[in-house]
């Protein structure tokens, strides 16, 4: 099957070599981090987390919004998602393979992920993360790649891969939970220290997972035979437009408890993420823009979803589906871990600036993950169309 990804037109071509393009400048500086180490960063004492672990913690959100269709086709039954499950199946592989690479990216020395085999500490929820993060790579691939095969082959998949569809449901739970435990665990950072950050990680994650998917699929109605169904379409929408809502619901419960309770500490945080915070001649407030305009473009993308479900508009659907995920994206991209540094424990705020080293790892490592992306949409469309022109009309 893997012979199809290398059969495509020259804009096929011209896009794998454009993300190759991007991977080899984010080597160069990759190259560069190796030898100097973090300090080539925009990290500091009091902002040890930056770039590369505010888009993991995006990115598994991602994988784990793959639930969303494989819980109702496999679960439920819901045929109208047959088509594209294996799309949301593969999805979360390469989501998952750049949340790994942005972790060894932020260790500095990826000879550093050892320790977590070698001196593996039940206690930490990193080692528990280690464990959900492979252990949902591993379910994915040999339930999206037996599944695949089985297609290709014209016969169903064996019965010895239900337990591995089943156990990926909860485990698709997991991954983001425990994400967000890694967050909600630490006492000395009074922005992550709520109980409902594991909810506000996966309504977040219900919603951009399969945005993004549906864009994804849009693009590829538009440069190929497949076809997603409008009935898949419309239930993606209505997915996602919950998953959103609640979403900026979880959102206005947070900022209620802290201001509504006058409560220093929860407030602090939310005023420099939206308004800024001035201390002295000083006004702190790099990332308020951005926090303000996600909550705009969140609620302009939930709007937009209705009306071209109304209206039956592709192209009003995908661009509400970008602002969603966009939306999404500063949130819990950038104002998320970000944000959980301000204040500092000294009750001072340290600005988090990224290199451009940082700037162009991070983009090798989307692109890593959207030329996976391709190869493997590459091969479950081509065995898909191919399965169509042998079934007799």
């Known amino acids: 099957m893997i012979e199809k990804a290398l059969q495509g037109s020259k804009g096929y071509w011209t896009w794998v070599a454009f993300l190759l393009a991007v991977m080899a400048m984010g080597g160069a500086f990759y190259a560069q981090q190796w030898n100097y180490g973090l300090g080539i960063t925009g990290m500091s004492r009091d902002v040890s987390w930056g770039l590369y672990i505010s888009q993991f913690t995006f990115l598994v959100g991602v994988a784990a919004g793959g639930l969303m269709l494989v ?19 593969f999805m979360a592989i390469a989501a998952v393979i750049m949340c790994l690479m942005f972790i060894i990216a932020d260790l500095g020395q990826p000879m550093r992920a050892l320790n977590v085999l070698l001196h593996p500490t039940p206690r930490s929820m990193l080692f528990w993360d280690m464990i959900v993060l492979n252990g949902y790579l591993a379910l994915n691939l040999i339930c999206g790649w037996a599944i695949l095969s089985a297609e290709y082959k014209g016969v169903k998949y064996a019965n010895w891969v239900k337990p591995f569809i089943y156990l990926s ?43 993004l998917l549906l864009v994804v699929a849009l693009i590829l109605e538009r440069n190929t035979l497949f ?3 409008r009935v898949a379409k419309d239930k993606l929408v209505t997915i996602i437009t919950y998953a959103a809502v609640i979403n900026f619901f979880f959102l206005g419960c947070e900022f209620f408890s802290a201001f509504y309770s006058q409560y220093p500490s929860k407030i602090y945080t939310k005023a420099y993420l939206f308004w800024g915070l001035q201390q002295g001649d000083t006004v702190y407030n790099n990332l308020a823009i951005y926090m303000r305009l996600s909550v705009l473009i969140g609620i302009i993308g939930i709007i937009l979803i209705l009306m071209a479900r109304s209206r039956k508009s592709d192209i009003m659907l995908g661009l509400s589906c970008l602002l969603i995920f966009l939306s999404l994206w500063i949130d819990k991209g950038l104002g998320m871990v970000l944000g959980g540094f301000v204040p500092n424990p000294l009750g001072g705020v340290t600005e988090y600036y990224p290199t451009v080293q940082e ?4 983009a090798a490592v989307w692109a890593t993950g959207f030329l996976i ?17 042998k079934q007799p009309s």
């Open 71 to 89: 819980l109702p086709y496999y679960l439920h039954n819901y045929k109208e998602f047959g088509r594209i499950t294996i799309l949301g199946e």
């Open 227 to 229: 076809r997603v169904g």
């Open 169 to 211: 449901i909860p485990w698709a739970v997991s991954i983001h939970t425990v994400t967000a435990f890694l967050y909600a665990g630490l006492p000395g950072r009074d922005y992550w220290l709520t109980a409902i950050l594991a909810p506000r990680f996966l309504a977040s994650a219900f919603a951009a997972g399969p945005a």
């Open 359 to 362: 700037l162009g790892i991070t």
């Open 373 to 389: 992306l391709t190869i493997l949409y590459k091969v479950a469309i081509g065995v898909k169309l191919e399965q169509e022109l």
